[in-house]
């Protein structure tokens, strides 16, 4: 059956900092990878994914993700937080034989000016 | 291009009584969801349908949970009678019919059942 296990309630990280928050997943064969935010009071919204070729993948609002299959890991970094960054992520997999995506638990991110 | 529009935002009522929640997807998605968000279990896929027809609702809760698509553009989540502990925020997503693509969000409705 396939997880996704996101091992921090929380991370906090102060502004112009750089930024990490850490995926690692269980699926059988190559999964796909996707990353979503959410701020309060609104829907998740997709930052990226990852489906095949380059490891290090880029998104929006200059978010990027590094996929290791070796370590069953997607985590999201940023090179420069913002106190804008302050939100809910999620990490997500999804089997490629199947279309159901398993949401992690999530990860809050405090940025701090 | 309108994104994935629910309805209402906000639901309080007494428990016991019938709550229908309500989703447009966006227009030429193929795939319709159906989640759940609670503090306690975070969030969890109720059900979900590929043009109109639903496909795994293995994560509806109990019977007294349904969810329809009557047609591409429309489908409700009701529950008849309701709990207390289904006071959660549903959220409804779509996406194209391809298992690379994200799925898109509406901003949900907060449920509260008294």
């Known amino acids: 059956a396939q997880s996704v296990a996101q091992p921090e309630d929380q991370v906090n990280v102060a502004e112009g900092n750089p930024l990490t928050v850490k995926c690692t997943y269980s699926v059988s064969g190559n999964p796909y990878l996707f990353w979503y935010v959410q701020y309060p009071n609104r829907g998740l919204q997709f930052l990226l994914k990852?489906?095949?070729?380059?490891?290090l993948v880029k998104g929006s609002y200059g978010f990027e993700a590094e996929f290791n299959k070796s370590q069953t890991s997607f985590h999201l970094k940023k090179p420069s937080a913002l106190v804008s960054d302050s939100a809910l992520y999620f990490c997500?997999?999804?089997?490629?034989?199947?279309?159901?995506?398993?949401f992690g638990a999530g990860t809050r991110l405090f940025v701090k000016a | 291009d309108a994104g994935v529009i629910q309805s209402p935002r906000h639901e309080v009522t007494e428990m016991g009584q019938e709550v229908t929640l309500r989703c447009k997807p966006i227009s030429g998605h193929d795939y319709l969801f159906w989640y759940r968000q609670t503090m306690m279990r975070g969030l969890e896929l109720l059900i979900y349908f590929n043009n109109n027809v639903p496909i795994d609702d293995s994560g509806m809760p109990e019977d007294r949970f349904s969810a329809k698509m009557p047609n591409a553009s429309f489908s409700t989540l009701k529950i008849q009678p309701s709990e207390p502990r289904d006071s959660a925020v549903y959220f409804c997503a779509s996406s194209h019919d391809r298992a690379t693509q994200p799925q898109h969000f509406g901003d949900g409705t907060r449920l509260s059942i008294l």
């Open positions: 990852y489906i095949t070729g380059d490891n």
């Open positions: 997500a997999v999804r089997d490629r034989r199947g279309f159901k995506t398993i």
